[in-house]
C-alpha cells in the first residue's frame, strides 16, 4: 500500500492500485487459463469498498461488524491468490471435468463457506424463501462435468442451477412448479453473455421429467444438482424470536413455495413426503448417464414440537438402497453470516443451524439399460 504523505501538503487518501511492475510480476507467474489482470482490477474495487465500509464501523465503535468485513476480506483475497496462481497442467486422462489436479484437490475438501452476495439476487427474485448461491452450484458444475456437458436441475426455483451453468459454458435444462419463480429464472440469464450452449426451463411438475426428456430429445445428464423442498419446514413457525424468514414476510417477500398440492412442501405427512421425494429420484435417475453424479442439497429438520427428523441423512440411506445408486460421500454447505436467534434459552437447547447437507452419489452402471 502506497501512502502519500509529504511535509507541508494534505494526506492524500491511501492508495490500493497495484503498479504496472507488480502486476506484470503477477501476470508472469500465473500462467494459467485466468485473465489475472482482470480479477486483480475487479477485487481491487471490491477490497476498496470493503475497507472503507470496515473503517465506518470501526470508528463508530461497532467492531462485531468490522470484525465480519475482515473476515470477508480474508476469503476474497485467498479465493484471488488460488484464481491467479499456477495450477499445473491439465491431463488428458481427465474424464471426469476439465480441472488440472490441483484444482482437482481444491475441490475435495468436504465443506465450504459461502453466505452469498446481494449481487447474486436481483431485487424483483428475492421473494423465494430458500435459494441457494450460483457459487454454491459451481463448485459441483466445475467438479462433475466438462465444457458443454449436461446438468439437470428438476426443482430449479429461481435459477442458480441455471445461472452457474450458463456462466461455465454447460448446458443446463430443469423444471419448476412455481410460475412466478419460473419465470425469474429465465429472466436471471438474458444478461448472461453465453455461445451456443442450450438452456430450457419447463414450468411443470416434477414427476413429467421423462416426459420433457423425450419430447426434448436432451441428452443424458452428466450431472442431476437440486435442492428440493425441505418438506414443510418453511410453513411451520420456530417461536416467539424473529427469524430470517418473519423478517422476509415482514418485507413482503414469500413465506413459502404456495399452495399448489403438487408441491413436496405441502405434504403433510414427514413418511409420505420422503416416499414421494425417493420415487421421484428413481425416474430422475433414468435420465442420467451412466457414472453420472447427483449431488441433492438437504438440511435436518427442527419440528416445532423440538423432535428432529434427520431427512438429509433418510434420504441418503433410502436413495443409496436403490440397485443402481451408490451413496459416495457428503459435502457440508456452511453459512457465516446467516441470522442468529437465540433459540430455547433459558431453558432447553436448541441450536441455529447454518449448515447444509450436500449429498453426493454416483449413477451405477448397467448394461443394457432402457428408460421407460
Keep these: 500500500m502506497k501512502n502519500s504523505k509529504e511535509e507541508g501538503t494534505t494526506p492524500k487518501e491511501s492508495s490500493w492500485t497495484l503498479n504496472a511492475t507488480v502486476l506484470e510480476k503477477i501476470i508472469k507467474i500465473s500462467p494459467n487459463r485466468t485473465n489475472s489482470s482482470e480479477l486483480i482490477k475487479k477485487t481491487q474495487f471490491d477490497i476498496k469498498k470493503l475497507l472503507k465500509t470496515a473503517e465506518e464501523y470501526f470508528l463508530q465503535g461497532n467492531f462485531i461488524e468490522t470484525a465480519r468485513i475482515f473476515r470477508t476480506l480474508g476469503r476474497i483475497t485467498r479465493n484471488l491468490e488460488y484464481n491467479i496462481e499456477f495450477k499445473g497442467k491439465y491431463s488428458e486422462k481427465n474424464q471426469l471435468n476439465d480441472l488440472t489436479g490441483k484444482e482437482w484437490l481444491r475441490h475435495t475438501k468436504s465443506w465450504m463457506i459461502v453466505d452469498g ?19 454454491l452450484a459451481k463448485h459441483f458444475i466445475k467438479f462433475f462435468t466438462k465444457k458443454d456437458g449436461w446438468v439437470f436441475d428438476p426443482f430449479m426455483g429461481i435459477g442458480s442451477t441455471l445461472a452457474a451453468a450458463k456462466e461455465l459454458n454447460r448446458n443446463c435444462w430443469g423444471i419448476e412448479l412455481n410460475s412466478k419463480y419460473a419465470n425469474y429464472a429465465k429472466k436471471r440469464i438474458e444478461n448472461i453473455e453465453n455461445g451456443s450452449n442450450t438452456y ?10 421423462k416426459k420433457i426428456f423425450f419430447e426434448q430429445e436432451f441428452p443424458l445428464a452428466d450431472l442431476l444438482l437440486t435442492s428440493p423442498p425441505y418438506w414443510n419446514i418453511l410453513a411451520e413457525s420456530r417461536g ?10 415482514e418485507n413482503g ?20 413426503y420422503l416416499g414421494q421425494l425417493i420415487s421421484l429420484f428413481i425416474n430422475f435417475c433414468k435420465i442420467i448417464k451412466d457414472c453420472g453424479y447427483i449431488v441433492v442439497i438437504l438440511q435436518n429438520i427442527r419440528q416445532v414440537d423440538g423432535k428432529m427428523c434427520p431427512l438429509a441423512w433418510e434420504f441418503a440411506l433410502k436413495l443409496r438402497e436403490l440397485p443402481n445408486v451408490k451413496l459416495k460421500q457428503e459435502f457440508i454447505w456452511l453459512q457465516d453470516q446467516k441470522f442468529m436467534g437465540i433459540w430455547g434459552y433459558p431453558y432447553s437447547y436448541v441450536s441455529n443451524v447454518h449448515h447444509h447437507y450436500c449429498l453426493v452419489f454416483q449413477k451405477c452402471k448397467k448394461r443394457h439399460q432402457v428408460i421407460s
Design 117 to 135: 452476495k446481494p449481487s447474486d439476487l436481483p431485487y424483483e427474485i428475492k421473494d423465494h424463501p430458500a435459494s441457494f448461491p450460483p457459487e
Design 200 to 209: 430450457y426451463l419447463a414450468n411443470d411438475d416434477s414427476h413429467n421429467c
Design 240 to 249: 416467539g424470536v424473529k427469524s430470517t424468514l418473519k423478517q422476509r414476510v
Design 253 to 272: 417477500y414469500d413465506e413459502t413455495y404456495g399452495t399448489d398440492s403438487r408441491d413436496l412442501g405441502n405434504i403433510p405427512q414427514y413418511n409420505q
